[in-house]
């Protein structure tokens, strides 16, 4: 069974920089879509970035510029790359991949890493 393990969340300050990372530990499925969710306390879950296996990226406006979305097809690891962070970046940032399809939400998530940037 497909197990996404996240990593590389935490406590920062404002204009400080997080890089996260994720990847599939039993390494079963090759992924195409592939991608970042974040929540906040009280709020939906949303896309933050996503990249298809060919590199094709996407991120939501609030994060352009500032954050990248990179992948390593031969280990079935996700990056992102978190810079400039501002207090409203603040939120569990969960993991998203799917086997078939080129657009999230996929069907396999990991459990979530926690980002706090302080003001």
């Known amino acids: 069974q497909v197990q996404l393990e996240e990593s590389g969340g935490g406590l920062v300050q404002a204009g400080g920089s997080l890089r996260l990372s994720c990847q599939d530990s039993?390494?079963?499925?090759?992924?195409?879509?592939m991608g970042w969710y974040r929540q906040a306390p009280g709020n939906q879950r949303e896309l933050v970035a996503a990249?298809?296996?060919?590199?094709?990226?996407e991120y939501a406006d609030s994060v352009k510029g500032r954050f990248a979305i990179s992948r390593d097809n031969a280990k079935n690891t996700v990056y992102l790359q978190m810079d400039s962070l501002k207090p409203e970046d603040t939120g569990l940032y969960y993991c998203n991949m799917d086997p078939s399809t080129s657009r999230l939400p996929g069907r396999y998530w990991g459990q979530g890493t926690q980002v706090t940037v302080s003001s």
């Open positions: 990249i298809t296996r060919g590199g094709t990226s």
């Open positions: 039993r390494n079963i499925l090759t992924f195409n879509a």
